[in-house]
C-alpha cells in the first residue's frame, strides 16, 4: 500500500506541478456554477435542494476525466518511459491503482470545492442532507468509473488526442445507453435493462438520498473491469512473442477474463435484490413507514394490487415504472401473503382491459409524443388499482405524478407514492368493515348507559326511553355478547350514579325542557369502551335511524379501523352578473379542498339550515361562514358542545368581482361567525393584515415601450399574501408538522381573550413577521407608483399578528342564556302557526357545557382554499398551495387523533420551499458563491506552489527481500 500512496503523491504532485490541476479545477467549478445558477435557474425553481448541482454532473465529467486521464499512460508511451516505469519495483497492479487513486483524489477535491452550494442552499431553505451526501457519493463514484476507464484507453494509444476523443466517446456510451433519449425507443423491460447498464441512470438513482448495494456495486465492478483490463493491457507490452511466453499470455488472458466475468455475473446475480439499500432522506421517502407496515399486517382480507402499465407509454413516464414497482413489491413483502401484486398490460390482455374499462372505469390516456421528425398520440396505461372485498378505488397519473418546470422542459416526478398508496389503501380497507366488526374488534364487552328521567321528560320525547332501548337491543342481539345496555335514572334513591357524579365524570348537566320553564330533565346516552368513555348525541329527531347512527358512530369512533368522516360547509355558489348584465359563474368555489380530503376520508356535504350537525360527523370543516341563521349558528355551536371538533376557515373578507373594472376586490364578511367566537374568546378583527415576506402576486403591469404600452404580467410583492415560514408557526404542533411555508391571503389579526379561555389549552399556531401592518379599509389594488416599495402605505406600527389559532377543552355555549331556534316564543306560536308547525318533533334541548374533548380550531382567512386563489398561486409557486391542503389534513388529524399518516405525507419533498429573495438578494448569493469559489481556487493554488517548492522528491522503494531458508542469504 505504501508504493501505491507514493505513486498517487508523484502523480498529484506532477498535476499541481503545472497549470494543469488548476485549470482543471476552476473550469469544473465554473461550469458547476454557470450550471447551477444559470442552466437550471436555481433561484426561479424555488425549492431548497440541490437537483440543479448534480443534474449535469455525468456529463459534465466525461470530459474533464477524459481531460485527466489522456496522458497518463500514452504520454509515458510517447516519450518512452513506460519501459523505465514498468521495471520500477513495483507491480503493474500498484501502478494502475496509484494512477487511479491520483485521478480521482483530484476529482474529489474539485467536488469538495462545491460544499458552498449546499451551504448556500441550508441558509436559504430547509434543505435534506440526505440526497446531498448521496449526490457527493455518486459522484465519486462514477468519477472512478470515468477513470478506470480513461486509464485503459491512455494505455492502448501514445496519441492524447486519441485516447480523450476515444474515452469520451465511450464514457459517453455507458451514460447515453441509459438516458431517455436511448430507452424511449423501447418498451419497458428493455429500457429498464437499458436503464441498469446506464452509467447516469444509475447516479440518478443514488443521488436522490438512497444508497442501494446495487448501485454501488455497479460502479466498483465497472471501475473493477477496467481496471483489471488496464492491468492487462501493460502487461502485455512486455510479453515475448515467441512461442515460450505463450503460456503465460494465456493463463494471464484467462485469468483477467475469469476476473471480468465475475465481476458481470455478481451484477446479475444481485440486480433481483431490491431491499438492500439505505435510505438518508431526512424522511424516509422511499422507505416503508411503520404506519404502512402495521396497515398491511393487519388486513383481515386478501387485499388485491392490481397495476396497469402499457409497455409503449410517454418518455417521461416510462422511468417511473420500475420504481413504483418496486415499491408495489415492497408492500408485498410488508403484508406477509395478504397482498396479491398483478402488474399487468392491457393491451397484451384484452379481457382484463375490458374489465378495467367496464367495471373500475380506467381507460387509456392519451399522451401526445413529439421529436424532430414527427408528433404522435400514444394512448398508455399508468393507473393503480386496489381491490378489498366489496371496495374498490383507483390511482391514475394525475394522481401520482407531479410536473415541475425548468428552463429546457418540465420534471415528471412521483408525488408522494408511499402516500397515495397508503391512504389509498387505508380508504378501501376501512370502508369495508361493517358494525359486527367493530363489536368483534373489542376486548372486553361495550357498554351504553342510557341516563334518562321518565317522570320528566317532555311530552315530545316520552317515547325516547323505548327508542333508545329498541336500537340497544337489537345491536345485543347481533353483538354476541359484545354489547351491553343499561337504563339508569340518575335522580332515583336507588341509582348508582348521582346527577354530581354525572357532571364531574362525563360534564352532563339537567337539561331544560322549555327556556320558558324550570324543568329539567336528563337524556344521555354514555358508551364506555375499556377505560375510555364518550357521550352519544342523537343528531335531529330521536328516532330509530337517528339512534342507531349515533351509537354506531361513537361505536367507529371508539375502535381503529373506519374512515374519518369530515362535514364540509361553504358558501353557496351564486351566479353574478357583469357590467352588461350578463351571467357569470361564481368567483369562487372549493373543489380542490374536498377532493383532496376526499382521498383520505369520506367527505359529507352539510347542511346547517337545519340547525343540527350529523351524529356520524367527526370533523366539522366550515370555510368562509357567511349569512348566517340563528340555526346556522346553533348547529355549529351545539356540535362543538357534543364534544365534536371545527376547523373554521373564519376570515372577516372574502372576494369579489368588480362589476365595471373586472378586477378583483374584497368586501367584509356579513352574518358570520364573530359573535360565537367572540363569546368563545376568540375575536378575529375586522382588519387586514399584510407583510413584507409575502407571496408573489401576478398582476397586469403597464410598462412603456416607445410610442406604445405595453401590458405584461409580472410577479409583484403583494402584502395581502401573508407569507408564513417555520419561524412562524407553534413549534411541536402536530397541526403544523412538516410545513415548511403556508400563504394565508387577506387574513385579519386574532385576539385571545385569555380570562374566557382559563382552563382551556390555546396555542397560536401560525403568526405573521415582526415586519407585517394592519389596514381598515377594503383597497386591496396596489399603487406602485406612490408606494414603489410595497404598492401600500407602511404601517407606522409593525407587529407579529396571530393569523391561526387553536382552543381545546370545555366550553360554554353560546346559547346558554338565549332560546333555541327550536322553540317558539309564546307570541310567534299565537301569530304565526308557521312557526310552530316547522319546529321538529323530540328534539333534545340545548347542551350549555362540552366536555373537554371539544376542539376548535380558527384560521383568520376565509380565502386561502379559494380555488381560484389556489390557481393564482399555481401559476407562479407550482405546488405550493398543497401546503394549505396539508395545513387542514394535519388539523383532522390532531382534531381526531390520527396522527399515523402525517409522518407520511411528510415525505414529500414539495414542502421545501426556498426562502423568497428579491433580485437583489439573489444577485448576492449568486455573486458570493462565485467569490467563495475563486478564493478557493487560488487557496488551493497557493498551497499546491507551497508544497512543490518546500518537499523532497519522492523516491520508490525497493521491497525487501525475504532471506532465503536454506542459505540465510538475501536472494
Known amino acids: 500500500m505504501k508504493q501505491v500512496l507514493t505513486i498517487t503523491k508523484k502523480e498529484l504532485r506532477s498535476y499541481f506541478g503545472s ?95 462545491t460544499i458552498f452550494l449546499p451551504i448556500t442552499v441550508s441558509i436559504l431553505g430547509n434543505l435534506d442532507w440526505g440526497p446531498v451526501f448521496g449526490g457527493y457519493l455518486a459522484a465519486v463514484l462514477l468519477a472512478g468509473a470515468y477513470a478506470a476507464i480513461g486509464l485503459f484507453v491512455s494505455s492502448r494509444t501514445d496519441n492524447q488526442i486519441v485516447a480523450l476523443i476515444v474515452t469520451v466517446l465511450l464514457c459517453g456510451l455507458f451514460y447515453l445507453v441509459g438516458s431517455s433519449g436511448v430507452t424511449d425507443f423501447f418498451g419497458n423491460e428493455v429500457g429498464e435493462l437499458l436503464r441498469a447498464i446506464g452509467s447516469g441512470s444509475r447516479f440518478e438513482s443514488i443521488q436522490r438520498g438512497v444508497i442501494d448495494l446495487r448501485d454501488l456495486l455497479y460502479y466498483i465492478t465497472l471501475a473493477g473491469i477496467f481496471l483489471t483490463l488496464n492491468v492487462l493491457s501493460l502487461k502485455a507490452k512486455g510479453w515475448s512473442e515467441g512461442s515460450r511466453a505463450l503460456g503465460q499470455r494465456r493463463a494471464v488472458a484467462l485469468t483477467s477474463a475469469l476476473l471480468v466475468v465475475n465481476l458481470l455475473v455478481v451484477n446479475v446475480w444481485m440486480y433481483p435484490l431490491r431491499r438492500l439499500r439505505v435510505d438518508l432522506t431526512q424522511y424516509q421517502e422511499y422507505s416503508l413507514s411503520r404506519v404502512t407496515r402495521d396497515l398491511l399486517t393487519n388486513l383481515r382480507e386478501p387485499l388485491t394490487i392490481r397495476a396497469y402499465f402499457s409497455k409503449k407509454t410517454h418518455p417521461l413516464l416510462a422511468p417511473l415504472v420500475p420504481t413504483v414497482r418496486d415499491m408495489l413489491q415492497e408492500y408485498e413483502i410488508a403484508a406477509g401473503g395478504k397482498v396479491r401484486l398483478e402488474i399487468i398490460d392491457p393491451t397484451q390482455e384484452p379481457e382484463k382491459e375490458a374489465e378495467a374499462n367496464q367495471i373500475y372505469g380506467i381507460s387509456p390516456t392519451p399522451f401526445q409524443i413529439s421529436d424532430r421528425y414527427e408528433a404522435s398520440v400514444v394512448n398508455s396505461y399508468f393507473d393503480i388499482l386496489i381491490l378489498y372485498g366489496d371496495q374498490n378505488a383507483t390511482l391514475g397519473f394525475d394522481d401520482l405524478i407531479e410536473v415541475q418546470s425548468r428552463s429546457d422542459g418540465v420534471d415528471v416526478t412521483l408525488r408522494n407514492l408511499e402516500y397515495d398508496l397508503t391512504s389509498t389503501i387505508k380508504k378501501t380497507v376501512y370502508g369495508f368493515q361493517d358494525i359486527d366488526t367493530v363489536l368483534a374488534s373489542f376486548a372486553e364487552p361495550v357498554q351504553l348507559t342510557a341516563y334518562i328521567t321518565p317522570k320528566t321528560l317532555p311530552a315530545e320525547l316520552a317515547d325516547a326511553p323505548a327508542t333508545i332501548a329498541t336500537v340497544a337491543q337489537q345491536i345485543s342481539e347481533q353483538s354476541g355478547g359484545k354489547f351491553v345496555y343499561t337504563e339508569v335514572d340518575p335522580t332515583a334513591a336507588d341509582s348508582p350514579v348521582s346527577p354530581e357524579e354525572l357532571y364531574e365524570t362525563f360534564g352532563l348537566q339537567p337539561l331544560l325542557a322549555s327556556f320558558f320553564s324550570s324543568d329539567t330533565y336528563y337524556l344521555y346516552m354514555v358508551l364506555t369502551t375499556g377505560d375510555t368513555a364518550q357521550v352519544v348525541y342523537p343528531s335531529g329527531e330521536i328516532s330509530e335511524s337517528e339512534v342507531r347512527k349515533a351509537i354506531e358512530s361513537s361505536l367507529k369512533r371508539s375502535a ?61 370543516l366550515v370555510i368562509a361562514p357567511q349569512n348566517f341563521t340563528d340555526k346556522e349558528v346553533y348547529a355549529i355551536d351545539q ?86 415560514r417555520s419561524d412562524g408557526m407553534a413549534e411541536g404542533s402536530p397541526v403544523v408538522a412538516n410545513l415548511s ?155 381526531t387523533e390520527d396522527l399515523e399518516l402525517l409522518d407520511i405525507r411528510a415525505r414529500g419533498t414539495t414542502s421545501r420551499v426556498l426562502n423568497s429573495l428579491d433580485n437583489s438578494g439573489q444577485s448576492f448569493w449568486e455573486i458570493a458563491n462565485y467569490i467563495v469559489a475563486l478564493v478557493a481556487l487560488l487557496t488551493l493554488g497557493g498551497f499546491a506552489y507551497f508544497r512543490q517548492h518546500n518537499e523532497a522528491p519522492l523516491a520508490l522503494e525497493a521491497p525487501k527481500q525475504q532471506p532465503h531458508p536454506s542459505s540465510g542469504r538475501s536472494e
Do not use: C
Request: proline residues 5%; aromatic residues 10%.
Open 19 to 113: 497549470p494543469m490541476a488548476i485549470i482543471f479545477v476552476g473550469t469544473f467549478l465554473a461550469a458547476t456554477l454557470f450550471s447551477f445558477f444559470w442552466m437550471e435557474t436555481f433561484f426561479a425553481r424555488g425549492i431548497a435542494d440541490v437537483r440543479p448541482l448534480f443534474r449535469w454532473m455525468p456529463a459534465l465529467m466525461i470530459f474533464l476525466v477524459a481531460a485527466l486521464t489522456m496522458r497518463q499512460w500514452s504520454e509515458e508511451q510517447r516519450v518512452g518511459t513506460l519501459e523505465i516505469l514498468l521495471t520500477l519495483p513495483v507491480s503493474t497492479v500498484q501502478l494502475v491503482v496509484g494512477k487511479f487513486l491520483a485521478v480521482v483524489a483530484l476529482m474529489v477535491i474539485a467536488l469538495a470545492l
Open 560 to 620: 381503529s379501523g373506519f374512515l374519518t368522516v369530515v362535514g364540509v360547509w361553504s358558501p353557496p355558489e351564486t351566479t353574478t352578473q357583469d357590467m352588461f348584465g350578463q351571467q357569470q359563474e361564481s368567483l369562487s368555489s372549493w373543489d380542490q379542498i374536498r377532493n383532496a380530503l376526499g382521498q383520505e376520508y369520506e367527505v359529507q356535504e352539510v347542511d346547517l339550515t337545519t340547525g343540527i350537525v350529523p351524529a356520524d360527523v367527526d370533523v366539522l
Open 639 to 724: 356540535y362543538l358542545m357534543r364534544g365534536g371538533a371545527v376547523f373554521l376557515s373564519a376570515g372577516n373578507f372574502t372576494i369579489m368581482q368588480d362589476p365595471y373594472t373586472g378586477g378583483l376586490g374584497v368586501q367584509q364578511v356579513a352574518d358570520g361567525l364573530q359573535d360565537l367566537l367572540t363569546h368563545y374568546g376568540i375575536t378575529v378583527e375586522s382588519q387586514l393584515v399584510l407583510d413584507q415576506q409575502n407571496e408573489p402576486f401576478p398582476l397586469p403591469v403597464v410598462r412603456q415601450v416607445g410610442n406604445y404600452q405595453v401590458q405584461e404580467i409580472q410577479a409583484l410583492d403583494y402584502p395581502f399574501f401573508v407569507d408564513v
Open 741 to 895: 411555508a403556508i400563504t394565508l391571503n387577506w387574513s385579519s389579526p386574532i385576539t385571545v381573550d385569555e380570562e374566557k379561555n382559563v382552563g382551556r389549552t390555546v396555542e397560536v399556531l401560525l403568526s405573521s413577521t415582526e415586519q407585517s401592518w394592519v389596514q381598515s379599509d377594503t383597497n386591496i389594488n396596489p399603487d406602485f407608483e406612490t408606494y414603489p416599495d410595497f404598492g401600500f402605505a407602511v404601517g407606522s406600527e409593525q407587529k407579529s399578528y396571530p393569523l391561526a389559532v387553536s382552543v381545546q377543552g370545555s366550553f360554554e355555549s353560546y346559547f346558554t342564556d338565549k332560546p333555541s331556534p327550536f322553540e317558539a316564543t309564546e307570541e310567534e306560536t299565537a301569530t304565526d302557526d308557521s312557526i310552530a308547525a316547522s319546529t321538529p318533533e323530540a328534539v333534545p334541548g340545548t347542551i350549555t357545557v362540552s366536555p373537554e374533548t371539544s376542539r376548535l380550531l380558527v384560521v383568520s382567512s376565509a380565502e386561502f382554499l379559494d380555488d381560484i386563489v389556489l390557481e393564482l398561486s399555481t401559476t407562479l409557486s407550482r405546488d405550493r398551495y398543497l401546503n394549505s391542503f396539508q395545513l387542514v389534513q394535519n388539523a383532522i388529524a390532531w382534531a
